[in-house]
């Protein structure tokens, strides 16, 4: 169950409007790594979770947060939408380019879909799309997910914060780039928690009976571009981070396999098998009549 | 520049036609962790990359191996739906429940759009969507962004060689998951290599002045939910991963902030204000007479 | 802010596992009018508000209450997929054509993505989309929306009641269903109340000047198809309801005007604009010197 | 079937081209609730009816003129793109600023794409979605959601109004505000005529045995926030608008139930379940030996 | 304008309900090839077309009829389901394989969403997305995609007739193959009428200045893969089609050039640029003081 | 497989930094007929190809040049955004109106989610989607897409030429304007050759026996709407392209015939079917007694 309570984490305070900024802002509330996909990950993987105790407790606690987040975030985008000027377009073309400027960089849906609200959208106005979560079951692969999620978050909203210089906007993205340093040291510590109690190893999933995969090409570094500096990285020689193997650099790819001839599928699919057409089509006559359709 | 060479990194040979296994194996296919996610994703990392060298090199390397691994899948998928019954509906059901049960279980779009072809969608049909890539020019990001999708990626090729025994198919699927081993080690010895040549750093982005985020909150587990057990974890107490400061767990959110007053847009905008009627309308009224509309 | 608490505002224990109706009742959870649908919706609703008070607290705290519907559906789901079969195809067809119709039945990327768990996607496994909210700042449009939401929303639950026979998975919808009944009679009373208090009224917005609009076709019933039938309606004749006029019957379209001529954009634009190919190029040359390109 | 006259309902004839305004305009066209939304929802609804007369003709009636709205704002935005500068970036920056900002407000498909032509898009350009429509086949439903649509639509065309000066603009929104107007009213009488007539009822479903709902929570408004003035509302005592209970206020939620244990699916999902890795390995042998698999 | 009348251009009859066809009949009404798309290309086609007169006329033409086809693909889809099973998972299961067969490949959306009723989405339940729709203002170019779309189209009904035995079903199929044909038959004719009256020519667009592209490779198959029997082709000696030229076979890709060096963008995106960290703070340090942020 | 060489077909060098223009650019790189769409669009085509020789060796050769295109797009791209502005919005408002100009015709997107770098999106921000491509496995449909699809990008290119004076960039689109022009005569040559070798013919496709089409209705311009002018053209009297009938021109459909009466779908789906309420709830209650629900 949830339960809201009317105030937030942390002031949303903008010193003054700025619909340009408020658009931009959209990518962190509902684009690929905005709030409402920590929101619903964290959820999800919780709710799907196989295991009681610490590592569901640490999703419920964190997606219940995250989801505070969405609500900071949109009544942000709401302040700074709140005197945005309406646009009428020709009006502001010929007396201001500036005001003309303006128009130009807002999301139009702001106004004309939302009244000068927020939307769960990213910064092009795409709405958000639950094909950014991630909960597959697997604690060690979705806490890597996580960790990414908190990654590409915190750098998202870095970059924001020199958008912008006004105090009020900045105080806020400066809670948040804490609370997303907390949470990528979270997840790393969690991934790696899991693996100290061996509850899960790498690869991912370590349940899986090893020696049913090819282990001839488990540690090859096959390159298939002509950039031979690859071969230098920690990637390409010595212990590998699983501690099954030794990496090995293979410059080129070894020759491969002819492919298997073309398929030949019922002749009623109507592809083009390269076979003259009355030929195929008396084919297709008796395949007809075999089938009487 | 892409060449193409026409052979198969291994080889492609079902032992039988399965329509409906055809259809589970687009999911790694055209899926939000399929190969053309990896493919793309590779892609766009090194071609946005700022830095010549081993790093580029590495994703020019392994992107063009993975656009050899969509064409196996597809070669695959087309073998699987070589033989395929068409699925007359009404025979089927009268005469044998079990070619029924097959059909049920197949990818209409299989049949119908690409005449016993693979598609570049997931195993329920969703087209592939580019929403699904991350490339941000930030490798410590991008490289734990590419570490989860080949844990995914390897997590869905397991679950799916359990759903087959096709020696055939479980061939290619060996194989894959050996790839898979490789580059999941690969993305995080990478990880760490730019971490140890101080490259890169936690928190992402190391760059960003850490003074300007509230450090207060930097380090605080922060429980939203109720359940204790997330207080015992190493992310809740010690060292955190990025080396710069000590978990704390706060077993409940102090209060929060009031919320801003609700906004009061243009009142063209026609939002609900909650101003008996008239009065919202002499307003406008006046406001329509002071910008002339 | 919200909080979460382990538990759940109903029990949520199905009979028997069921990975065909778990396919079935993701409608509800991620499709168009399914829970996500309108915890967002809520949300956006209550933090897009323009006014304190009843309207914006109603808001909150239904919204909250849905978030934890999420929850208990992606209980349910995963408790209905919890020993689903994994779905070996060749053993099934040649042994069972029960279960070989089960898995047919079955969304693959429960087993395959998930793990056996929920998803934030609709019954045909398309991702949940913000495109389905609905915020729009106006409280009379939105409240209509939420009303048709709880419709359409219940509707679909009742549907699903009758496509199981289990007692625990009907426990819930019986649960579901007197909250859906709950919630259009709120909304239906508070869009209400929006016009017994003069806050809102027909036909939205209200605040603009009706005056600007054509009152010529106000009230017209216009009738594009040929059946009469329509014009037997309280929509053809009598008061409306907006109090402002008396509906007419046009039983058939009066004459249109002229659309205007066709635009001839920048022949830069490379249209078809049905001069001859020299003498466009002769047209594209000038224009090209005139603007040194 | 559907008949074309080369004609529009309405004249189409802005004073002046407006690039910036054209791209605004596709919401009403393109969007969630433009005209592409309700011709095609109307169309469904009327395909999908189950029973002939008034009803399904006004739905024929509607819906065939909507289809000529998408074509009047088709037209009328293709006009005002007609004199549309091509923007070359560079140039323009240099010389005039009003005219880089006026291509930075413009959408750039229009040029590229379309080559100043309409899309079958919103204002930022997502192309319309089939997700938008609403086609239940049951009309008390139903029809909601097209007063709803019809609200939607009406205030974004009256936000549109403001947004431009151009009297032929103004001239052709002034008369899709009267249709909105109109069609608002009529979805209305409709629903009510539904419930005059005995033919549905609320809830909806009416046809639903009302007593396989928990009545216990049928009219309880339980609040999940915190601010309580939402008890003051119509919505929370008195009668309900059904006519079938009383409403209740709950301004707190009761104490819930304990959820489930979390799911052990089939091991060979690989979910995370807690148990050390070589525990769970053994049981995964043990489980493959038994499948053979 | 458009004008409907409750009447369709054919029968729409078919002997015995089929729900699992009705499914799959979904992908001609809203696939990618369906009719829904060629309604909406040849209207936006026509209504931002830039002269009046016979190919104008063409495409009011036809665009009308095609959602006559809308309409009766919708009405059959309707009349396939009206008897379809609920489906009761648990009963079906027990008592009558075929009947979960059954269920197994119908589109649950169908009874859950529609009530029966058919749906704006293709065979795999995605809504239809005005993504498909081509209209570029060139129409050499849009004849041409209207020509494929049209083969595509009656390429699907063509496999779809091979998947019923249903002599109502099949009727309705072969009226529209034949009015495919047709069509077909029209754009062909159409665009070879562009070019024979000088008003388009290849390559398209043709009023683009020849001579400012690359003619050095206008002509060249250039073979980026290592079979060599497309040198084999008409493509690849002889004249070419636009009649401006002749093929020339190039077995292998000439050298490239090398790719211009990584980009260093502004320090505040927080990019990898290979600078040891301190180095680059130093920078981002410098570069803030300069723009005071 | 795919090998990649680290090298570009053609020089990349913009004489100068341009978001907006990077923006545009992004159309055909990851729009609907952008590089990505034509590189998997004859990638799966050759995949699915039923037969050897030189139609798949040509698809092969193509598609893998398409890659090569993705990336000097991507690349391209990349230079134009090196030295974009970050755009600090308001210090760029009150400052430099041009400024504030480009800001807003640039995709925020391209600095905050991908830290000035390509993205696999359109020119609006829409990922590209898998939806755009076709490979039907009948290559005399799939080479008209073909065709149409390097049609729509030549004119997109093209467009684009006249939106820059950057000889760099113009460079590049030359280069890319040849290439076009040589694959649409490709697949025109290749279509003609099907044709000419008997493999394939019109109407597509023509292994469908044609005497199951209606052949009454195959060759009748029948128009809906009320232009005459199409009855001029060569598709209206004269014979056809597929060599096997006669156009002829129908002024105004015949009468239709009446559509099937309404469906009346299982009472249980709660579809509006016109019976008072209190007849329908005693069927619904027959009918639950005899299904037991």
Redesign the interface.
Known sequence: ?????????????PE?P?A??A??LQ?VL???YGE?TVA?QY??QS????????????L??????E??H??ML??MI??L????P??????A??ED??V??????T???H???????????????????????????????DF??N??AE??G???V?????????PGV?DLL??L??????H???W???A???R???????????????G????????????????????????ASGP???GK?E?EYVPE?P????????????????????????V??AM??AQ?AL?K?
Not at 158 to 165: C, Q, S, V
């Open positions: 169950m949830f339960f809201h309570r009317q105030e937030l984490q942390h002031e949303v305070k003054r700025d340009v900024y658009r931009k990518e509902g684009g690929q409402i619903m959820g999800f709710w799907n979770a196989h295991m009681p105790g610490k590592y569901r407790d640490l419920y606690g964190i997606g219940a947060e989801m505070g969405v609500e949109a009544t709401a302040q939408l709140e005197k945005a309406l646009g009428v377009t020709e009006g073309m010929q380019p500036t003309a400027a303006i128009i130009g960089g999301d139009p849906q106004a004309i879909v939302a009244g000068a609200g927020a939307r769960p959208v990213d910064s092009n106005g795409n709405p958000w799309s639950a094909g950014y979560v991630t909960a597959s079951g697997n604690l060690l692969a890597t997910a960790a990414n990654m590409q915190r750098l998202q870095a970059r924001l914060y020199h958008m912008t210089d006004d900045r400066s809670f780039l804490a609370r997303d340093t907390m990528q040291n979270q790393i510590a969690a790696a928690e899991l100290a109690e061996g509850v899960e190893d790498l690869p991912v999933p370590s349940t899986f009976p090893i049913k995969e090819d282990r001839d090409v488990s540690y090859q570094y096959i390159n298939f571009s002509d950039g031979q500096s690859a071969g230098e990285g920690s990637w590998t981070p699983d193997g990496f790819p020759a491969g396999v002819p492919a298997p001839p073309p398929t030949k599928p019922d002749v009623r699919l109507h592809g083009t098998t390269g076979m003259p057409e009355p195929e089509k297709g006559a007809d089938h359709e």
